[in-house]
């Protein structure tokens, strides 16, 4: 496999990744906890793409922006009725609640759809060859997806009023309220914001894998592992931590480990070892580890709040 693939294919392993990260890690910076429901979000997105892509036979592209749309008012559903009335207690317990309301949406979505796996009626993808690597018209898509949704969450955070509001309430939300700024109404929002993110994530996946419950729960640990890698509650760290964990990941099962623990043959030892493609996963779990034993704060670092 060319270098040119491998960088292709860990952009496009980010990609995903990133739009997931970026939703968690804008609730967490909001309200100091860990959303496990938030993958969850990505597989209701795309089993409710397919309901209007295949079941009602609507164009692909609207099919998308309808259940981007759908998860980002289930998210704020999900905060009206379970998270908002957690509000004041622990964040453990608030944590907790995420995770049975993770384990309810996949099951459900399992209930209605069944176990098998499904997908969008796009037709089998040709490859074009870039640069001497193959892609095809889908990952390109979501590529640009990806990259278009960060620029508009940058102008969102930076040039809108509800933006600037976000950003103040992650800083300080007593000062943000005393402000004249409604948390509530931020909260709200983010939460919609969020969703959408963790819409986007799951139809591009989808487009690019297949659609079956557990495809939430599959990207549970990279999309923590970007995230803590990048910093939590920091948008811009889990883009990088995105793209780190994706170059790792594919970079991972490319080296020969046998050459380099032997020092590029010193050593004598000939015998070649790779990491198989079915355990490019457990990566994500051993940077997982390393980041929380070396950085717990990530690259970026955790915002400091002022007092």
Known sequence: MSITQIIINSLIRASVLCTLSIGLTLVYDILKFANFAHVELAAFAAYMGFFFNVTLGWNIVVSAALA????????????RTVFKRLRMTHPIIVMIAS???AIAIRNTLRA???????????GLQKPILVLGARITMVQILLLLATLSSIIAL????HKTRLGNSIRATSDNPELAQARGISTEVVIQWTWFVAGCFAGLAGVLYALETEIEPNMGFSLIIPVFCATILGGLGNPYGAMLGAIALGLAENFGIYFDFGRILSLGGLLGISRPLWIPTAYKQAIAFFI?????????????GRKVRSE
């Open 154 to 157: 940058h102008l969102f955070l």
């Open 99 to 101: 995770f049975g309301l």
């Open 68 to 79: 981007t749309l759908a998860t980002g008012v289930l998210a704020m559903a999900l905060d």
């Open 112 to 122: 209605i759809w069944g176990p098998r796996p499904r997908s969008f009626a796009i």
């Open 288 to 300: 997982l580890v390393v980041i929380l034993l070396m950085r717990p704060s990530g690259i970026l």
